[in-house]
């Protein structure tokens, strides 16, 4: 008898460490992306603490259904693609992290290219106040 008890409160700890890391947050802090690269919805929330840019023949790819979070004045410059495809049960939303303050939105450049399918874009400040804008 006591063994079961035993086995039963070691599952239960497994399960419950299991479960407070599943999804956690991911901190993006800055950078060149050069590759193709993917932030997943499991992942949720992805936090940018410094201003990225997707290298002209690199992708970045965020999955329906993420959340990502910007700090103050943060950006992503896109030279190569940037995919967004959200869905209408499952949209993606591009936002500030703290609530005081905006973050500069996104930016394509000249000759880069993308999707944004049921994307949100709040409290972004770039441009005259535009969450996305295109360089032609």
Known sequence: MKYGIVVLCWVTLVLA????TAGADVVHGGGTITEYTVWRASDNIHIVT???S????????????CEVRFETAISITVYGGLVAPGTAANGI???????????SGLTFSSGSGGTLEYCTFEHATRYEGNAVYCNE
């Open 17 to 20: 460490g299991s479960w407070e």
């Open 50 to 52: 410094g201003n990225y």
């Open 54 to 65: 997707v290298a002209d023949g690199a992708t970045l790819v965020i999955e329906a259904g």
């Open 93 to 103: 939303l591009f936002t500030r992290r703290d609530p005081a303050d905006e973050w």
